[in-house]
């Protein structure tokens, strides 16, 4: 990857001969090149700015120094290509790590460091018009620095170390700060006590499932307290939660339900040696004609539908199937709501016996069941892929 800087303080960027970034760039992985703008004003004093048109504060950066500026950085890449550049501004585009991983499949980048009140806009546009460059304004966040090197130091640095090579441990990457929109967990390491302070008991376990449920609850909790603004407002929901919305299904529910079961069932598959619980194999006509027979109810938080549960009456008993709830949300308690709506809609009479129907590898819904006083029924399942649990239904009358 190529990049170039232009700056009037060249000097800032030395940083960048040191750590995994030099030795990106002594690698040649990476080739940065600065270039002072001062170069290319060609009074006495290589004045790069002048006072700001309807009057104001302060100065603006001339036009002409920064066309020559970045006519020259075209001469410096491969013949033919024109490179993406990036204009830091506190009026711009809120930098992010999905824009680093955009601009870090971009072989060449080139920034433009502003000083003062900022660029005459009518370089942007010579930019692009005359240029034929593509042109991003980026903001690093929401406040003001005395110019763009500073941000641009940080947006390098964010770029270049996703680059192929330039980490050692790829896999480090992956479950970083702002990867999938969380923050990450917190961190430990020896001594196992320190000042009084002890590493918490589950990452001593060795029960990696464990583990990896704690970490995703913690950067749950994190991202939170510190960036709520990251997270959906149904992230943030608990069982007992004012917000959730239960309601029954409507053909317009179709499309999330359909792509919200497949999504929770298809990480619940069944082994290879047994049959494939028949929800893979269920089209949304499937789904769409289940609506007519059974009593589908569905959850939804600040609109977004976050779980779901089918109620049918057989006899004396009420069949509860498709208990499921988003990925991101399980073990939070909606479940357990779900369940108790689900048996609330018991008729008042003729219903002695609740049913739940879990997926053979639905150890959680099966394990929140048994807390509920589920246990499993004897024999052979109705559908194959799934086990049954049954309760006895007790205390007055349900809710129709």
């Given amino acids: 990857m190529r990049v170039d ?9 030395s940083p960048l ?40 504060a302060g100065m603006v950066m001339k036009a002409e120094p920064w066309a020559e500026a970045l006519g020259h950085v075209l001469t410096r890449g491969e013949p033919g290509r024109r490179p993406h550049l990036v ?41 692009k018009d005359d240029l034929g460059l593509e042109v991003s304004v980026v903001s690093l ?59 918490p008991d589950v990452l001593l376990s060795g029960n990696h499932t464990a583990i990896a449920a704690w970490r995703h609850e913690q ?3 994190r991202t939170a307290a510190r960036r709520p603004d990251l997270l959906h407002a149904s992230q943030l929901v608990g069982s007992e939660s004012t917000d959730l919305d239960i309601s029954l299904a409507a053909p317009a529910d179709l499309p999330e339900l359909f792509t919200l079961t497949r999504a929770t069932w298809v990480i619940e598959t069944a082994p290879p040696e047994s049959p494939d619980p028949p929800t893979l194999a269920e089209t949304v ?11 589908t109810l569905v959850a939804r938080v600040a609109g977004r539908l976050v779980g779901s549960v089918r109620t049918e009456v057989e006899g004396s008993d009420l069949r509860i199937s498709r208990l499921i709830v988003a990925p991101d ?72």
């Fill in 17 to 56: 001969d040191l750590s995994l970034i030099g030795k990106a760039r002594e690698d040649g992985l990476l080739t940065v090149e600065t270039h002072d703008l001062r170069t290319f004003a060609h009074d006495r004093h290589r004045t790069v700015d002048d006072t700001p048109y309807g009057g104001g």
């Fill in 141 to 199: 966040g929401d406040y003001v620095l005395n110019g763009g090197e500073v941000a641009v130091l940080a947006m390098v640095e964010a770029v270049a170390r996703l680059l192929p090579g330039v980490i050692g441990n790829a896999e480090s990457l992956v479950e970083e700060s702002h990867e999938d929109g969380l923050l990450e967990y917190p961190l430990y390491t020896k001594p196992r006590v320190w000042q009084g302070r002890g590493v």
């Fill in 219 to 221: 950067r749950l909790a």
């Fill in 87 to 127: 204009v830091p501004g506190p009026g711009g585009t809120r930098f992010s790590q999905a824009m680093a991983r955009e601009l870090a499949a971009q072989p060449w980048v080139a920034f433009a460091c502003g000083r003062y009140e900022g660029i005459d806009e009518r370089v942007y546009d010579y930019a």
């Fill in 5 to 13: 800087v232009v700056t009037i303080f060249p000097e800032y960027f």
């Fill in 285 to 295: 006509d499937d789904l769409r004609a289940s609506l007519r027979t059974t009593r």
């Fill in 329 to 400: 949300l399980q073990g939070r308690g909606l479940a357990t709501h779900l369940l108790r709506r689900a048996e609330e809609t018991a008729p008042v009479e003729g219903v002695g016996t609740f049913v739940l129907v879990v997926g053979t590898r639905s150890e959680e819904t099966t394990r929140l069941a048994r807390k509920a006083g589920y246990r499993p029924t004897p024999g052979h399942p109705a559908v194959p892929g799934t086990v049954e649990l049954t309760r006895r239904r007790t205390g007055g009358p349900a809710r129709a």
